[in-house]
């Protein structure tokens, strides 16, 4: 079981919107540490693409956004595009375990 | 450009231990940062196996701490990871990446970039 728990997967049409959760708590999330977010796209290794909660690296492109309330994160997608469909990963540390990451969402675009 | 290829055996028998290299290109190991092992096993999600950082200091998972080392050589610019005590449950792709090493930023503890993983195999 994940210290970090995402829903196993979630769909939209192209050009909607989605949301991926991440629910952690007091000893992680819920202390006021970052949250990051990853892309794993079929096959290849996970790419960075939310850093410190709500920002973008360079070149990820602006449909992509995070947030956080409480003990949680999500990563919302507007826009859906096919290149999308990627599995996707929170990151946090905990305070007794150190870095931590999500079990995962497998993003289908349909 | 920041490069990092990770290297070692494909296969490795239960009770022994793995050896894996992470060569880096494109940025000088010492000038910087923390430089982590991450594993996913096949199907499943992302495990850090820990860290180590300029300072030489190591951060390891706790429940992985008893079977890890993880070490530097400066003068090939590498960093190594050893896990002894080998199990089938740890089968997975095993990922070297830079770890951003500053707290108090917002880049810390992201991991980027990442090498292209290499699969490991615990079997008899």
């Known amino acids: 079981q994940s210290v970090l728990t995402q829903s196993p997967s979630v769909s939209g049409a192209p050009g909607q919107r989605v949301t991926i959760s991440c629910t952690g708590s007091?000893?992680?999330?819920?202390?006021?540490?970052?949250v990051h977010w990853y892309q794993q796209l079929p096959g290849t290794a996970p790419k960075l693409l939310i850093y410190?909660?709500?920002n973008r690296p360079s070149g990820v492109p602006d449909r992509f956004s995070g947030s956080k309330s409480g003990t949680s994160a999500s990563l919302a997608i507007t826009g859906l595009q096919a290149e999308d469909e990627a599995d996707y990963y929170c990151?946090?540390?905990?305070?007794?375990?150190?870095?931590?990451f999500g079990g995962g969402t497998k993003l289908t675009v349909l | 450009q920041v490069q990092l290829q990770e290297s070692g055996p494909g296969l490795v028998k239960p009770s022994e231990t793995l050896s894996l290299n992470c060569a880096v290109s494109?940025?000088?190991?010492?000038?910087?940062?923390?430089w982590g092992w991450i594993r996913q096993p096949p199907g499943k999600g992302l495990e850090w196996i820990g860290s180590?950082?300029?300072?030489?200091?190591?951060y390891y998972y706790p429940s992985l701490k008893s079977r890890v080392t993880i070490s530097v050589d400066t003068s090939k610019n590498q960093f190594s990871l050893k896990l002894g005590s080998l199990t089938a449950a740890d089968t997975a792709v095993y990922y070297c990446a830079r770890q951003a090493s500053q707290a108090g930023t917002t880049e810390w503890g992201t991991f980027d970039p990442w090498g292209q993983g290499t699969l490991v195999t615990v079997s008899s």
């Open positions: 494109g940025y000088s190991i010492s000038s910087g940062y923390c």
């Open positions: 007091s000893s992680n999330i819920g202390a006021g540490y970052d």
């Open positions: 180590i950082c300029q300072s030489g200091r190591t």
């Open positions: 410190g909660t709500y």
């Open positions: 990151q946090s540390y905990d305070s007794s375990l150190g870095w931590v």
